[in-house]
């Protein structure tokens, strides 16, 4: 074997996103112990910065050690027990994973479905809740596979007003749009690291308000996965009486998520949400000029994921090998109903610049032409 030389590239799919210089170096500093003292104080600070980024005063926050995957299988396992109802919004795949991850966790799964590249309509939600008493509502605030947003505050309130546990997945809406677990009244809410927080992929913050805590600490069952179980996982994290060990904590990665969410408070939040909104009006300007149209309405868009319909007769394939080849540049193909359809373009984290903007829309131009 021979060490791997990655090849240079320029990260504009659906993630993950460029990870910056700054990030790579945090990587790479020596590794200690993770019940060394130093270490622990890391994991405060990234306890409180998670709270912060998510407005999430007063909840558990925790980066669980594995992908945004994690975050929604911790989420959908601790809340639900064999027989719980559970209401499901699907506007794309990651809608389709949750109500899988439900029903492997003995629950009643309640699907609302929406055409894919639409936001979720609360109304048909509401309806949903209104048959009778329901655990958890699950959507996806911003829909990767589609570039559709989804109203978080209307469909968090309809959780409150069914009685119900609202499980939000904010992967790819974390640092590229609002994200507000307070003001949503939200109970579980996760991410991933490797979208608009630009760092690698492999961790996922995720927060728990005191309602999901204490529906979790009363359960009649165990949580069937152990790993993610957060009555085990809070006494390696909870800070309370020192810490147990519980698994061994990847450290070199959240020296990562840690630098990233430090140049995240360096900038501004709202800064960054900015640049995120002026890089996507810029690539949509360029966009539309080159004769190109978008999946989704303007009002439902993501400025983070741009879902861009490939023209007839046009190789949608062969377009994202070009500019592979002759850019270094990645760009996401469709999932599911859109394979073939659409090309997905980020604009996340790192990789939401002026200068993104620009290489992307010669590199698309140049291919078509
Ligand atoms: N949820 C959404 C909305 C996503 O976009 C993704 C990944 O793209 C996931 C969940 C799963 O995250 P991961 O691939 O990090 O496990």
Request: some cysteine; hydrophobic content about 45%.
């Given at each position: 074997?021979?060490?791997?030389?990655?090849?240079?590239r320029?990260?504009m799919?659906?993630g993950p996103?460029?990870v910056?210089?700054?990030?790579l170096a945090a990587?790479a500093?020596p590794?200690?112990?993770?019940l060394?003292?130093a270490?622990?104080?890391?994991m405060?600070?990234?306890?409180?910065?998670l709270s912060?980024?998510?407005n999430?005063?007063?909840y558990?926050?925790?980066?669980l050690?594995?992908p945004?995957?994690?975050?929604?299988?911790?989420a959908?396992m601790?809340?639900?027990e064999?027989g719980?109802?559970a209401?499901?919004?699907?506007?794309?795949?990651?809608?389709?994973r949750?109500?899988?991850?439900?029903?492997?966790?003995?629950?009643?799964v309640?699907k609302v479905e929406?055409?894919?590249?639409?936001?979720?309509?609360?109304a048909?939600?509401?309806a949903a809740?209104?048959?009778?008493?329901?655990k958890?509502l699950?959507f996806?605030?911003a829909?990767?596979s589609?570039?559709a947003?989804?109203?978080?505050a209307?469909?968090?309130?309809?959780a409150r007003k069914?009685?119900a546990?609202?499980v939000v997945?904010?992967v790819t809406s974390?640092g590229?749009?609002?994200?507000?677990?307070?003001a949503?009244?939200?109970?579980v809410?996760?991410s991933?690291t490797q979208?608009?927080l630009?760092a690698?992929?492999g961790l996922s913050p995720?927060?728990?308000?005191?309602?999901a805590?204490t529906?979790?600490?009363?359960r009649?069952t165990?949580?069937?996965n152990w790993?993610l179980d957060?009555?085990?996982l809070?006494a390696y994290w909870?800070?309370?009486?020192?810490?147990?060990y519980h698994h061994?904590?990847?450290?070199?990665?959240l020296?990562g998520l840690?630098?990233s969410?430090?140049?995240?408070?360096e900038?501004?939040?709202?800064a960054v949400?900015v640049?995120h909104a002026?890089?996507?009006?810029?690539?949509?300007?360029?966009?539309?000029?080159?004769?190109?149209?978008?999946l989704?309405?303007?009002?439902h868009?993501l400025?983070?994921?741009?879902?861009?319909?490939?023209?007839e007769?046009?190789d949608?394939?062969?377009v994202?090998?070009?500019?592979?080849a002759?850019?270094?540049?990645?760009?996401g193909?469709?999932?599911?109903?859109?394979?073939?359809k659409i090309w997905?373009?980020?604009l996340?984290?790192?990789?939401s610049t002026?200068w993104?903007v620009?290489?992307?829309l010669?590199?698309l131009?140049e291919?078509l032409n």
């Open positions: 074997m021979q060490s791997f030389q990655p090849p240079r320029i990260l799919g659906p996103s460029d910056s210089p700054r990030v990587l500093r590794t200690i112990g993770h060394d003292p270490f622990q104080d890391l405060e600070e990234i306890k409180a910065g912060r980024l998510f999430a005063d007063g558990a926050c925790v980066p050690p594995a945004g995957t994690a975050g929604m299988e911790a959908i601790n809340l639900l064999p719980d109802r209401v499901i919004a699907i506007n794309g795949a990651f809608g389709g949750m109500a899988d991850m439900a029903d492997r966790a003995g629950a009643e309640i929406f055409e894919w590249g639409q936001p979720v309509d609360p048909k939600v509401e809740l209104a048959g009778g008493p329901v958890v699950a996806v605030h829909e990767t589609t570039g947003k989804s109203d978080a209307a469909l968090c309130a309809l069914y009685g546990l609202s997945d904010c974390l590229g749009i609002t994200v507000d677990a307070g949503w009244d939200a109970d809410i996760y991933g979208k608009c630009s690698p992929p995720i927060c728990l308000s005191p309602r805590q529906a979790i600490s009363g009649t165990k949580v069937r790993l957060f009555n085990l809070m909870g800070g309370e009486g020192g810490r147990t061994t904590a990847p450290i070199n990665a020296y840690h630098e969410l430090v140049a995240l408070f900038e501004g939040q709202q949400l640049r002026r890089s996507h009006e810029a690539l949509a300007a360029g966009i539309e000029a080159a004769g190109l149209k978008f989704v309405e303007p009002a868009r400025p983070q994921l741009n879902a861009v319909l490939v023209p007769g046009v949608e394939a062969a994202r090998a070009y500019v592979l002759k850019w270094d540049l990645e760009l193909a469709g999932l599911g109903p859109l394979k073939g997905r373009i980020g996340m984290g790192a990789s002026a993104h620009r290489l992307c010669t590199a131009c291919a």
